[in-house]
Structure formats: structure tokens, C-alpha cells
């Protein structure tokens, strides 16, 4: 039942802030910053993903680090073009702060204050985001992502580390993602009970319709069934507050930073 609820934990990039605009900026960071301190090494971004790329598949027990792939790959096109490796460690972290340069969605902030009231908060992401960075560090018990791990979602192993870090059993934890499979087939299938964070409304793929549960709420936007909800956050807040103090009937009950299309299964 959702009432057994206990924490609930989040993917972050897409699900608490839009990402891609943000690694655009990143890379465009990087590249400034290559050209202005490294001038010969005039690779374009493409060239330099597939260098990752290529990097990952000849080390495939580092392909889920994705800093990792990043900072070797940076240290081997220094030493092709003439320049001393370290430089790759300074030009990660020029990308790595624009990475973190994140612009949280609007609902994200007052959702997760109003969580943490009466659930532990955890994130797991396959990504390099850094909360403390983004100023949301506080804010979670437990914060994991892929490299500190040594698997990416969907790895079972993601989970599993969730719930021991969180000392509870899958079946207590929330996962909330925007990805129908790395995040909610995934989750699900390690046990977990799992939301669809749907922020662009595409249709419920079918591991997210099958499976989701009904959502008794109230209020003129609560739609009630398989099917997806699309609800203010001051309704799902709201719903998942009085739920959780009333323990009368099942739900997960306290603010997910949801002005989105959800399912809950």
C-alpha cells in the first residue's frame, strides 16, 4: 500500500530541473575555456563524444562514471595535442560548474520542504549533478549517483544501494523519474513503488500504464484512474499531507513537485 510509504527519492536531471539546456551551456563553457588555454587542441564537440564513447566501450566497468569518461577523455586529448594532462582536471571542473548551474523548476523548492516533513528524501542518478553545488544538499538523507555506485540505472544494484543507505525495504521507498524505464520499469522491478514524473506529456508508454494506480484525490483537476493525472502542486500537496495524517486511506502523502503529468504505481 502506499501508506507504508517511508522516503521517497528522486532522479534529478529532468525530473527537478531541465537539463539539457543546462549541458548546453556546460559544453559551451568547456569549449571556451579549451580555446582559450589550450588552443591546439581543436577538437569539436562531437569528436569528443565519440572519444567518450569509444572510451567507454574499451573500459566497460567505467562506462557508468560518466565524470570519469569525461576527465580521462580530456587527459588523453592533452597528451595527443602537447599539453600536460593535469589540465584535464581543470577543465572538468570549469564544465562541472556550469553543470551544476541548474535552474530548479518552480514547484521543486516548496514540494520538497513540504516532503521532508514526513518522509527521509533521497536522490539516484545516473548523472554528475552535485546537490550541495545547487544548494539542495541539505535537503536529502541520502544522495547517490552512478559513479559512487558502480552501476547505472537500470542496474538492480542502483536500487538496492537506495534502500540499504536508506535502511528501509524497497517496498518503503518512492522513486520518483522522468525515464519510463531507467526510472519507473527499473525501480519497479527492484521492488520499489514508483511515479512517473511526466513534465512534457508525451503518452503513458505501456511499463507506465499497465501498472499505474488509481489516485483518489480531490478537486476539479483530480482524474482518477490507470490513466495519467495532471494536477497543480498545491493539489497533490495538499492530497498527500492529509492523506499521510489521516492514514485513512492510501496515498503518498506530501507535496511531490509535481504542475505534471504523473502515474503512480
Given at each position: 500500500?502506499?501508506?507504508?510509504?517511508?522516503?521517497?527519492?528522486?532522479?534529478?536531471?529532468?525530473t527537478?530541473?531541465?537539463?539539457?539546456?543546462?549541458?548546453?551551456?556546460?559544453?559551451?563553457?568547456?569549449?571556451?575555456?579549451?580555446?582559450?588555454?589550450?588552443?591546439?587542441?581543436a577538437l569539436?564537440?562531437?569528436e569528443?563524444?565519440?572519444?567518450?564513447?569509444?572510451?567507454?566501450?574499451?573500459?566497460p566497468?567505467?562506462?557508468?562514471?560518466?565524470?570519469?569518461?569525461?576527465?580521462?577523455?580530456?587527459?588523453?586529448?592533452?597528451?595527443?595535442?602537447?599539453?600536460?594532462?593535469?589540465?584535464?582536471?581543470?577543465?572538468?571542473?570549469?564544465?562541472?560548474t556550469?553543470?551544476?548551474?541548474v535552474?530548479?523548476?518552480?514547484?521543486?523548492?516548496?514540494?520538497?520542504?513540504?516532503?521532508?516533513?514526513?518522509?527521509?528524501?533521497?536522490?539516484?542518478?545516473?548523472?554528475?549533478?552535485?546537490?550541495?553545488?545547487?544548494?539542495?544538499?541539505?535537503?536529502?538523507?541520502?544522495?547517490?549517483?552512478a559513479g559512487?555506485?558502480?552501476?547505472?540505472?537500470?542496474?538492480?544494484?542502483?536500487?538496492?544501494?537506495?534502500?540499504?543507505?536508506?535502511?528501509?525495504?524497497p517496498?518503503?521507498?518512492?522513486?520518483?523519474?522522468?525515464?519510463?524505464?531507467?526510472?519507473?520499469?527499473?525501480?519497479?522491478?527492484?521492488?520499489?513503488?514508483?511515479?512517473?514524473?511526466?513534465?512534457?506529456?508525451?503518452?503513458?508508454?505501456?511499463?507506465?500504464?499497465?501498472?499505474?494506480?488509481?489516485?483518489?484525490?480531490?478537486?476539479?483537476?483530480?482524474?482518477?484512474?490507470?490513466r495519467?493525472?495532471?494536477?497543480?502542486?498545491?493539489?497533490?500537496t495538499?492530497?498527500?499531507i492529509?492523506?499521510?495524517?489521516?492514514?485513512?486511506?492510501?496515498?503518498?502523502?506530501?507535496?511531490?513537485?509535481l504542475?505534471?503529468?504523473?502515474?503512480?504505481?
Amino acid at each position: 500500500m502506499l501508506s507504508d510509504i517511508r522516503a521517497i527519492a528522486f532522479d534529478l536531471d529532468n525530473t527537478l530541473w531541465d537539463v539539457e539546456p543546462v549541458l548546453e551551456r556546460a559544453e559551451e563553457c568547456l569549449a571556451a575555456w579549451l580555446q582559450e588555454h589550450c588552443p591546439r587542441l581543436a577538437l569539436s564537440r562531437d569528436e569528443m563524444r565519440a572519444a567518450r564513447e569509444q572510451l567507454a566501450r574499451r573500459e566497460p566497468h567505467n562506462a557508468h562514471d560518466v565524470s570519469y569518461l569525461r576527465v580521462a577523455a580530456l587527459a588523453a586529448h592533452a597528451r595527443e595535442y602537447g599539453y600536460d594532462e593535469r589540465i584535464a582536471a581543470e577543465a572538468f571542473e570549469v564544465f562541472l560548474t556550469a553543470r551544476n548551474a541548474v535552474e530548479i523548476f518552480a514547484d521543486v523548492a516548496p514540494a520538497l520542504a513540504r516532503l521532508r516533513l514526513r518522509y527521509a528524501l533521497a536522490s539516484l542518478s545516473n548523472g554528475n549533478a552535485d546537490l550541495v553545488r545547487i544548494g539542495l544538499g541539505h535537503v536529502f538523507t541520502v544522495s547517490l549517483n552512478a559513479g559512487q555506485i558502480g552501476a547505472a540505472k537500470p542496474h538492480p544494484r542502483c536500487f538496492e544501494r537506495l534502500a540499504r543507505e536508506l535502511a528501509l525495504d524497497p517496498g518503503a521507498i518512492a522513486y520518483v523519474g522522468d525515464d519510463p524505464q531507467l526510472d519507473v520499469a527499473a525501480a519497479r522491478g527492484a521492488g520499489l513503488r514508483t511515479v512517473w514524473m511526466n513534465r512534457r506529456a508525451p503518452e503513458a508508454p505501456r511499463c507506465v500504464s499497465q501498472s499505474a494506480v488509481p489516485w483518489p484525490t480531490r478537486g476539479a483537476n483530480a482524474a482518477v484512474s490507470t490513466r495519467a493525472l495532471r494536477l497543480p502542486a498545491s493539489t497533490v500537496t495538499d492530497t498527500l499531507i492529509q492523506r499521510n495524517r489521516s492514514r485513512k486511506s492510501s496515498g503518498l502523502a506530501a507535496n511531490l513537485p509535481l504542475s505534471a503529468t504523473f502515474h503512480i504505481s
